[in-house]
């Protein structure tokens, strides 16, 4: 770039927008246009220092050692995946141009051919290779290895396409890839770096330096992204705990774009003249947990049914989290696979819990402790102190237990908490089932729900390599989630972004996590 | 006189140890640091392999040998969080946390000494209750409201002052001013009081007697043995200051040793909370010693080596 040829340049929607038309199976294809952006004469050149601030610091510059949504985020300034989600969640292709599914335990996966690493590696069917191979090594403290242990071998079929083998079939392979394993350079995998000390990928922007706690630098990769070039000069990220700071940031320029927002700041943000305020539907759900090991009461599903009936989530949505939440019917909102939107949320009836309750053979009510954390989720405390209210007006009498989010972890995982205050739902459904609601495997959420239907559909849906079947399976898993009330169904959490208005090109993600995209500072 | 310091210095490894084995023991007692590095969703075989991987599968008592033989070699181990030695990390934030703590007692001692010291001669004075009044503000002042207030005055309102960060100097400046709120109304009112015991002392008289000018009597005799108290308290606070003030590091986004801690005790982050909390408590030791030997200076009755 900078050398002065005419030449089209292609921006990151543009890009999307042709790509997808590539789909294979699943990818978007939608109304999507090719459609070139023919920019005469010079290319543009990247300006500007762009000063990100979010709550908390990357854990570690191994992007596979990271978890946290705000280290993703800047990990994928630098390191790019096989495929991407867009803003909506959909998987778009990224370094893949197109896969497919060969038979059903054969994936197969086309790679561009134009991309390399910041250290001058040309990106090829080796690099995927030996990255998986990495990705599920042992000797990573990789806590997510084992989402792609199906995968039994990666095979190279020409330098730009490999087919992965796994045993037996494995349909979330594409879903995974979306999330999970950044593509790295030889010189990584290879052990000539450490990528603790220093990232080399693919991404629009190139490492410059990282002092934990206080900044990481990047600096734009001179070869332009295959997403369109970068049009920022600089990123820098800085942690910043404390919220009320964090909007002060903001507001003396000091921050372009800031996250997470207390929604208590938001009316003082869009007060403020140079600032929007960006809001968007969590896809996480905040629910309350019923323990049907510790209480016998919570074994009948007409009782959890009650819990529902008795919770005003409503009142609760409008008054304690002064509207900062969206309303969930069931298990699962809009964005996850398996979202029924025929679904009703149960009404406020504290009438027909009273009842419900009474005939499964507790016409006195019964005793519960409802454990929550404090400062963990938005208003976790006044939601907890408000819902126990509300159920021991239906006979249940609740007392509300406040937690240190170490023990309360403890008591999830030993379940042995009555009720719990919890945030379940993540991208990837199937984890958050298999460790909910299947009775089979008993996993870390799971809490004495027991229903072979769901077992089964769970079990099944992993090996259901139809991407629309396995829809169906997750819709009728969420409809027997709704009937049975395992948990009791609150919100999903309103996500806020506040950004300078001279930021732009920018889009927030329902997962929470910064896609750069083409942002820029006009 | 050496004897004494060889016999401190010795101490101090018996402290650390003693130090090191509660800290382990709580940090184990508190619950399983591998589900709290783990998210809900990771598989069990991931979670056992995590477990191996930072050696968190043996019994305690061996990996507290472990812990031992490495620190011995000045090695503290990895940081489970960050995938750094945690040594490095807090030795890349103690200067941080130095400075901001030097900076606050530079203040308190430039300002509290002085002041207590004027209204300690000028008791029941109008000013004297004045300041009385506003240094029992200061000492009840919560710090991180204050800091937000600050941040809010200072860098939201008037655009004087940087937020939060260090970058240069001037971000020093809230963080300081906040800690040495408490500190100098704290050193004040203990300046001021002993300032207010030692003038009634004989020998003060004596040496107004002698016809010394007040300023001498103030500055040399009654400040030199006011000091003895505003000596230790100083150096306790100068201990706790250099353990970090989360609070204050929380809201300035400070990079010192306070929030590294705080993060560390949240996540089970075992070797980063081990390195704190023997780095600090070296210095608090070296602080508290260094305070025992300022009294031989300050007051040549006491003495450390008798006997000998």
């Given at each position: 770039m900078g050398d002065g040829t005419a030449r089209p340049r292609l921006t990151r929607r543009d890009f999307l927008k042709g790509t997808a038309v590539l789909a294979g199976s699943g990818l978007a294809a939608d109304a999507l246009r090719w459609e070139l952006l023919a920019a005469p004469g010079a290319a543009v050149q990247p300006v500007g220092n762009l000063l990100i601030v979010q709550g908390v610091?990357?854990?570690?510059?191994?992007?596979?050692?990271t978890t946290s949504g705000a280290s993703k985020?800047?990990?994928?300034?630098?390191?790019?995946?096989?495929?991407?989600?867009?803003?909506?969640?959909?998987i778009i292709p990224w370094l893949a141009t197109s896969y497919?599914?060969?038979?059903?335990?054969?994936?197969?996966?086309?790679?561009?051919?134009?991309?390399?690493?910041?250290?001058?590696?040309k990106f090829g069917a080796q690099h995927v290779r030996d990255t998986i191979t990495r990705f599920k090594s042992p000797t990573i403290r990789n806590v997510y290895a084992g989402q792609l242990r199906p995968v039994r071998d990666v095979e190279i079929v020409n330098p730009l396409t490999v087919r992965i083998h796994t045993d037996g079939p494995f349909a979330l392979l594409a879903e995974v890839l979306s999330i999970y394993c950044e593509i790295l350079p030889r010189a990584i995998t290879g052990g000539e770096v450490d990528p603790t000390r220093r990232a080399i990928?693919?991404?629009?922007?190139?490492?410059?330096?990282?002092?934990?706690?206080?900044?990481?630098?990047?600096?734009?990769?001179e070869r332009p992204h295959f997403s369109g070039q970068p049009r920022v000069r600089r990123l820098v990220w800085r942690p910043v705990a404390e919220s009320a700071t964090r909007v002060v940031e903001l507001k003396t320029g000091a921050a372009h774009l800031i996250t997470p927002v207390d929604p208590i700041q938001i009316p003082e943000l869009e007060a403020t003249r140079n600032v929007d305020v960006i809001t968007f539907r969590q896809l996480s759900s905040q629910i309350v947990v019923l323990n049907s090991l510790k209480v016998r009461a919570f074994q009948d599903a007409r009782v959890r049914q009650a819990m529902n009936y008795a919770t005003d989530v409503d009142t609760l949505i409008r008054t304690v989290m002064r509207g900062a939440a969206y309303r969930l019917a069931s298990a699962f909102g809009p964005g996850i696979p398996g979202y029924d939107e025929s679904l009703r949320p149960y009404p406020y009836d504290p009438d027909r819990a009273r009842q419900l309750i009474s005939e499964a053979g507790f016409p006195n009510g019964f005793e519960v402790t409802l454990v929550t954390p404090e400062g963990r989720y938005l208003n976790d405390r006044l939601a907890s102190e408000a819902i126990a209210g509300m159920w021991s007006r239906v006979g249940v009498r609740t007392r509300v237990q406040v937690s240190d989010w170490s023990p309360f972890v403890q008591g999830v995982l030993g379940k042995t908490h009555d009720a719990f205050f919890f945030q379940q739902v993540g991208v990837l459904l199937d984890a958050t089932v298999a460790i909910n609601f299947d009775s089979d495997r008993k996993g870390a959420a799971w809490q004495g729900y027991h229903n072979p239907e769901a077992n089964r559909l769970i079990q099944d849906a992993i090996k259901t390599m139809d991407a629309n079947q396995r829809n169906e399976m997750y819709k009728r898993l969420n409809q027997i989630i709704y009937r049975e009330g395992p948990w009791v169904f609150l919100w999903n959490q309103q996500g806020v972004y506040a950004k300078q208005k001279r930021v732009q090109g920018w889009e927030a993600h329902t997962d929470g996590i910064i896609r750069l995209g083409g942002i820029r500072l006009s | 006189m050496i004897g004494y310091l060889v016999q401190r210095l010795a101490h101090l490894v018996w402290v650390l140890l003693a130090v090191s084995i509660l800290v382990f023991l709580l940090v184990h007692l508190s619950g399983d640091p591998v589900r709290l590095l783990t998210p809900l969703d990771a598989r069990p075989e991931d979670?056992?392999?995590?477990r191996r991987l930072y050696g968190l599968d043996q019994p305690l008592p061996v990996q507290y040998w472990r812990f031992l033989k490495d620190a011995a070699r000045g090695e503290l181990g990895e940081s489970f969080r960050f995938s750094r030695p945690a040594l490095e990390l807090v030795l890349d934030r103690l200067p941080n946390t130095a400075l901001l703590a030097l900076t606050t007692i530079a203040l308190t001692v430039g300002v509290g000494i002085p002041v207590g010291l004027w209204v300690g001669s000028r008791a029941g004075s109008l000013v004297d209750w004045a300041v009385s009044l506003a240094t029992f503000v200061c000492i009840s002042l919560p710090s991180f409201w204050l800091g937000v207030l600050l941040i809010l005055l200072f860098a939201d309102r008037l655009r004087w002052l940087p937020a939060s960060g260090f970058e240069s100097p001037l971000y020093?400046?809230?963080p300081s001013l906040t800690l040495a709120v408490y500190t100098t109304g704290l050193i004040t009112r203990l300046v001021r009081a002993d300032v207010l015991e030692v003038l009634r002392q004989d020998f003060i008289r004596t040496a107004r007697a002698k016809g010394l000018g007040e300023r001498v009597v103030r500055s040399r005799h009654a400040l030199r043995n006011a000091l003895i108290s505003t000596v230790t308290v100083l150096g306790l606070q100068l201990g706790n200051l250099l353990g970090g003030s989360v609070?204050?590091?929380?809201?300035?986004?400070?990079?010192?040793?306070?929030?590294?801690?705080?993060?560390?005790?949240?996540?089970?982050?075992l070797p980063v909370v081990r390195a704190v909390v023997l780095i600090v408590g070296t210095l608090f030791v070296l602080i508290n010693l260094a305070v025992d030997l300022l009294y031989l200076y300050l007051d040549p009755r006491i003495r450390y080596d008798h006997g000998r």
């Open positions: 610091d990357a854990e570690s510059l191994d992007p596979h050692v985020g800047m990990m994928w300034a630098m390191y790019d995946k096989l495929l991407e989600r867009g803003p909506d969640m959909r497919r599914v060969v038979s059903d335990t054969t994936w197969e996966f086309r790679l561009r051919d134009d991309v390399y690493f910041h250290n001058g590696e990928g693919t991404g629009p922007y190139r490492f410059v330096e990282w002092n934990p706690g206080q900044r990481m630098v990047m600096d734009f990769a | 979670i056992e392999r995590v020093l400046v809230l609070v204050v590091e929380a809201v300035f986004a400070w990079p010192g040793v306070g929030w590294l801690m705080l993060q560390g005790i949240q996540t089970r982050d």
